[in-house]
């Protein structure tokens, strides 16, 4: 038997496993039922990011999951354009996504395999990285990532640092609420379905905000904020002079942008919500956007969130 059959095989059965967990039999629902990850350092990155070498890293990696787990890719509906790759869920939320490959441990986490993004590798590259371990699969899917763990998210029980054991176990965050019409902003708790973390510690930039009224925020360069005008901007597209939002609708003047080495895990979060509004929370006292708007930079960091600044407290 050869070794793709092999694969399918045991793909079908865990499939078949996973499928027991969703609340529906659909291919979305399986994939909604994984967790999501940041991308790692050697692996290519998803979404917004327009570089050819990328995208080329993330068809390469497709094509070779067509080949080798044929199952998987047409069960969880993945397309071999990195762009199609919308993955809608039942709750109304969507990823772009592509496949992280590893196995479980007994301590239900995860030990990740960097799989290949060259479509013409070996179907048992995987195993020759893991000899012993008899079942290698799609353990999640890849995302984006933002804050530093000492940044400070405002969740629907409390105020916790993001990298925290008791974050992680919040079930709501602190959103913005669909009245943004009014002359001030108000928030209101939205389900969260989890905070997306590094697979691993690496090294990354940080920028570290700094505004006239002495608060910072520090976060990766891709990460979303919110402007004065209202839209939500990629960190590394702010400068000296940009305004960016406060909790309370005040727009506060960045004064000084640091660049920081860093070597470890940042965090973003995860409402269960594909309505923009839903996806706006509070770090450092600052608009912020999740993890669905940095998956979506294309489609959302051009889009006018608070409506021509009535949100916005100006006085």
């Given at each position: ?6 694969n ?29 990850w ?43 354009d ?29 030990t ?5 993004v ?29 804050l530093?763990?000492d ?10 640092t ?154």
């Amino acid at each position: 038997m050869s070794n793709t059959n092999k694969n399918s095989i045991g793909h079908l059965i865990l499939a078949t496993a996973l499928a027991t967990l969703c609340t529906s039999s659909s291919a979305h629902a399986m994939f909604a039922s994984l967790k999501e990850w940041r991308c790692t350092d050697r692996d290519p990155m998803p979404g917004g990011v327009q570089n050819q070498a990328e995208n080329a890293a993330l068809k390469g990696r497709l094509l070779w999951t067509k080949k080798c787990y044929p199952f998987e890719f047409d069960f969880i509906n993945l397309k071999l354009d990195p762009s199609q790759n919308i993955l809608v869920f039942e709750n109304g939320g969507s990823d772009i996504a592509y496949p992280v490959f590893g196995y479980w441990n007994s301590d239900n986490t995860p030990t990740i395999l960097h799989a290949p993004v060259d479509e013409n590798d070996s179907c048992d590259a995987l195993q020759k990285l893991a000899p012993d371990v008899k079942r290698i699969t799609i353990v999640g899917y890849c995302g984006l990532g933002c804050l530093t763990p000492d940044q400070v998210v405002e969740f629907g029980e409390g105020a916790y640092t993001i990298g925290s054991k008791e974050a992680d176990n919040q079930k709501t965050l602190m959103t913005l609420s669909d009245d943004l019409l009014s002359k001030s902003l108000s928030f209101k708790a939205t389900p969260l379905v989890q905070i997306v973390t590094d697979i691993e510690a690496k090294k990354q930039t940080i920028l570290e905000f700094t505004t006239e009224d002495g608060a910072q925020i520090k976060t990766t360069v891709n990460h979303p904020l919110m402007t004065a005008e209202g839209y939500l901007q990629r960190a590394d597209k702010l400068k000296i002079g940009s305004e960016i939002v406060h909790a309370d609708g005040h727009p506060a003047k960045i004064i000084n942008v640091k660049s920081l080495n860093y070597f470890g895990k940042v965090y973003n979060v995860k409402p269960d919500s594909g309505k923009i509004e839903e996806n706006v929370y509070i770090a450092n006292g600052f608009l912020n956007g999740s993890v669905h708007v940095q998956n979506h930079e294309v489609d959302y960091l051009n889009r006018l969130v608070l409506r021509h600044g009535l949100g916005l407290d100006m006085n």
